[in-house]
Structure formats: structure tokens, C-alpha cells
């Protein structure tokens, strides 16, 4: 980055992010926090990147996704968040980030391995029992989380054509 030839680290990351700032606005109203650091002092000390994928974001904005403060506990079809708050779900998509913590928490030991990581080899450890599904975990970066993620879409959309299938039967036939 040219700025850093001549400015101290700290004065490049109050640049960025208020270049952030005006390109993406307000986003702490969507759920969205804000590192408390820079994103360069944040990969020099933390060795992490902050990355916002813009398509998620229109899609935060537009309400499509909504991003929640914490879980407290999933049940059948719901999920009570730390605030109190229930919410009936389809579906939910957890960002882990780029090291896996999996194992400690998710009380399910069929499909990740100890490391965190899927049991099932390449190429079929993108999904799991129960709407259980992992995107990312082939080591083949980009490429193959874009893989996963496209297998995954596949599969929920098929799940969800023979859900909306169902009930449109049981409708006519009851």
C-alpha cells in the first residue's frame, strides 16, 4: 500500500477506515461490529483479516439475511437467541472464521473429527446428518469453499423443492 511508505500504521488505519466508513456506511444498525482496531494493525497482531463479502451485505441490508447477536440454543425448527429471543428458522449459517472451534462446542460427533475438521474425505465432506453442512473445510481454499458452497446451495434447494412438493400434496389430499 503506497500510504504506508510515508505514514505510521496507526494513521493508514484511521484512513481505511473511515474510506470504510463512507463506502459501506452505518453498519453496526444491521448487526455488523466493527474490529476496535484497524484492519492492518489487526493482521499484524492478530494475523486476521477483516473481510466483508459486499453480495452478503446488500443481502444484510435488503433484510434477506439477518444477522443475530448470539445463540443460546437450538430446538426443532428454532432457535433462542442470548437476548431472549425466539426465532423460527429454516436454516442457519455459521462463519467460524479461519480456525475451526467446531468440536468444542457442536454436540455431534459423526461428522467432524477432533481437529475440527469433516471425517468425510474430499469430495465428500461438505455435508452431514440433519441439515449439517461445512463450507471451506478442503484446504483448497477459495476454489473449493466456491464448491462447497455451490453443492450446498444445490442440495437445500432440492430439500426445499421436495418440502414445497409435500405440503402442495398433503394441501390437495387432505
Known amino acids: ?3 504506508m511508505k510515508w505514514l505510521p ?3 493508514v488505519d484511521k484512513v481505511l477506515l473511515i474510506l470504510t466508513w463512507f463506502i459501506l456506511g452505518y453498519i453496526e444498525k444491521y448487526g455488523l461490529k466493527r474490529p476496535t482496531i484497524g484492519p492492518l494493525e ?3 497482531t492478530q494475523g486476521k483479516t477483516p473481510v466483508l463479502d459486499i453480495g ?9 439475511i439477518n444477522v443475530v447477536p448470539g445463540i443460546k440454543k437450538f430446538s426443532y425448527g428454532t432457535v433462542e437467541l442470548v437476548n431472549g429471543e425466539k426465532l423460527e428458522i429454516d436454516s442457519v449459517v455459521l462463519a467460524t472464521g479461519y480456525c475451526s472451534n467446531i468440536n468444542y462446542w457442536l454436540q455431534e460427533s459423526e461428522f467432524f ?5 469433516p471425517k468425510a474425505p474430499f469430495p465428500n465432506s461438505w455435508k452431514g446428518k440433519s441439515g449439517l453442512y461445512a463450507v471451506g473445510f478442503t484446504r483448497r481454499g477459495l476454489s473449493g469453499a466456491s464448491a462447497d458452497a455451490i453443492k450446498i446451495a444445490q442440495d ?3 430439500i ?3 418440502n414445497l412438493k409435500q405440503k402442495e400434496a398433503n394441501f390437495f389430499y387432505t
Open 160 to 162: 426445499y423443492q421436495e
Open 1 to 3: 500500500m503506497l500510504m
Open 56 to 64: 452478503a451485505l446488500e443481502k444484510i441490508r435488503s433484510r434477506k
Open 9 to 11: 500504521l496507526w494513521l
Open 156 to 158: 437445500i434447494s432440492k
Open 42 to 44: 489487526l493482521k499484524n
Open 113 to 117: 473429527s477432533k481437529n475440527g475438521f
